[in-house]
């Protein structure tokens, strides 16, 4: 079970958009649409972004979505704010009932 | 609302047993499709998962740490325990634990965590 490989930088201004990608195999990432995404502030817990792929948890913003093609997850934010500068790691179901990270994604708004 | 709480050494020698507490409120490991998964994170690394239970006492673990890790729940006292064996300095990091949602698995409330460094 190897940690799924995302970009460890992506920067963008605000008002752009930014695309994370989050790569695994044909054992998780593109077998099942269970991906899940976090943001994590310095020194902050985690905070559940995207679920299943591509579902935003009541209250989120609808400038945060996911999507996947064959072993490939992404998150895509639109509108970029500044308070939108965390890490985001992406999850994914693996098969009998285990999970696997990502590497995390240091996202810097110029 | 849904918290949990994290308790714990904060310093350990190597080659002790880590055991790591996690106490939740406003839910309840009776409810059907609920758990609680452990995730640590090195300093300035990446989260990573170490093992989850769930509702119906299901156990699942990080198979690169499945021979060090053991996790049970308290229905009662409304905890989650984690041990972990054999400390090494690389195990150092922030524990989090974090409540589940089983089969989607993903992971919607955490703890604040607790940073538990190894070290003689």
């Known amino acids: 079970q190897s940690a799924l490989t995302q970009p460890a930088s992506v920067s963008g201004s605000p008002g752009q958009s930014i695309t994370i990608s989050c790569t695994g195999t044909s054992s998780d990432v593109g077998s099942y649409n269970l991906v899940s995404w976090y943001q994590q502030h310095p020194g902050k817990a985690p905070k559940l972004m995207i679920y299943?792929?591509?579902k935003r948890p009541s209250g989120l913003s609808n400038r945060f979505s996911g999507s996947k093609s064959g072993n490939t997850a992404s998150l895509t934010i639109s509108g970029l704010q500044a308070e939108d500068e965390a890490d985001y790691y992406c999850?994914?179901?693996?098969?009998?009932?285990?999970?696997?990270f990502g590497g995390g994604t240091k996202l810097t708004v110029l | 609302q849904i918290t949990l709480k994290e308790s714990g050494p904060t310093l350990v020698k190597p080659t002790q047993t880590l055991t790591l507490t996690c106490t939740l409120s406003?839910?309840?490991?009776?409810?059907?499709?609920?758990?609680v998964g452990w995730i640590r994170q090195p300093p300035g690394k990446a989260l990573e998962w170490l093992a989850l239970?769930?509702?119906?006492?299901?156990?699942r673990y990080n198979p690169s740490l499945n021979s060090r890790l053991t996790i049970t729940k308290d229905t009662s006292k409304y905890q989650v325990v984690l041990t972990m064996t054999n400390m090494d300095p690389v195990d150092t990091a922030t524990y989090y634990c974090?409540?589940?949602?089983?089969?989607?698995?993903?992971?919607?409330?955490w703890g604040q965590g607790t940073l538990v460094t190894v070290s003689s």
């Open positions: 999850c994914s179901y693996a098969g009998s009932s285990t999970l696997v």
């Open positions: 239970i769930s509702w119906n006492d299901d156990k």
């Open positions: 974090a409540h589940l949602i089983a089969a989607p698995y993903y992971f919607d409330y």
């Open positions: 299943e792929g591509s």
């Open positions: 406003g839910f309840s490991l009776r409810t059907s499709g609920v758990g």
